[in-house]
């Protein structure tokens, strides 16, 4: 079975410090991660995917994530957070054969400025 | 940029009446899936659907639910007789046939319906 866990429900930084939202998977199967984010009032948008190939992967907005196999995890971060960062983030997880999408239950970040 | 669009943003309705909730996916999309978000809860997978059928769906998706793609463009969900636990916020997604392995693809979401039974 298919299912990422996110770490933490809310996560604060002031702007300019580093961001890290943190993500664990399980999956019987090679899996397929993202990272998708929310801003109010606006559909899941794709931040970046791991696929299979390598394993640091590089989004969007200054956003990277390092796919640990050893660890199961697969952790968001950007160096430098930016007011327009404020938003929900989701870790979804999909392997097997299917096409199914299975999130986490999201982290909202707050930029302090 | 091409986008998913969904109708309407807002949704209230009566117990027991039937919704329809519309989507419109990106053109060249083959794919397409309805999730829904219960308000504090995690985003769970409805349904998908591929070439005029169902591929899969989750045990939530029960006989009081139906999906339809009636022209080229759109793609609806219908609840037939709503129940207060279907208040929700519904996401349509779409992704394309042309990665490999196909299911590798990533699906591109829409802004959501929030529906509201009373």
């Known amino acids: 079975a298919q299912s990422v866990t996110q770490l933490d429900s809310h996560v604060s930084v002031s702007e300019g410090t580093p961001v890290l939202l943190r993500c664990n998977y399980s999956s019987s199967y090679s899996p397929s991660l993202f990272w998708y984010v929310q801003h109010p009032n606006k559909g899941l948008q794709l931040l970046l995917k791991?696929?299979?190939?390598?394993?640091l992967v590089k989004g969007i907005n200054g956003f990277e994530a390092e796919f640990k196999k050893s660890e199961t995890s697969f952790h968001l971060t950007k160096p430098s957070a930016h007011m327009s960062d404020a938003a929900e983030y989701f870790c979804v997880v999909r392997g097997g054969t299917g096409n199914q999408f299975y999130f986490g239950t999201g982290t909202s970040l707050t930029v302090i400025p | 940029e091409p986008e998913v669009t969904q109708t309407p943003s807002h949704q209230v309705t009566q117990m027991g009446q039937e919704v329809i909730l519309r989507c419109v996916p990106i053109?060249?999309?083959?794919?397409f899936y309805w999730y829904r978000q219960i308000l504090g809860q995690k985003v769970e997978f409805l349904v998908s659907f591929y070439n005029n059928e169902i591929s899969e769906k989750s045990e939530i998706f029960d006989d009081q639910f139906s999906v339809e793609r009636p022209d080229g463009s759109n793609f609806t969900l219908k609840i037939r007789s709503t129940k207060l636990e279907d208040s929700a916020m519904y996401f349509c997604?779409?992704?394309?046939?042309?990665?490999?392995?196909?299911?590798?693809?990533?699906?591109?979401f829409g802004p959501g319906t929030r529906l509201t039974v009373l």
């Open positions: 997604a779409s992704s394309d046939g042309s990665g490999r392995p196909l299911n590798r693809n990533e699906q591109f």
């Open positions: 791991y696929t299979s190939a390598a394993t």
């Open positions: 053109s060249n999309h083959l794919y």
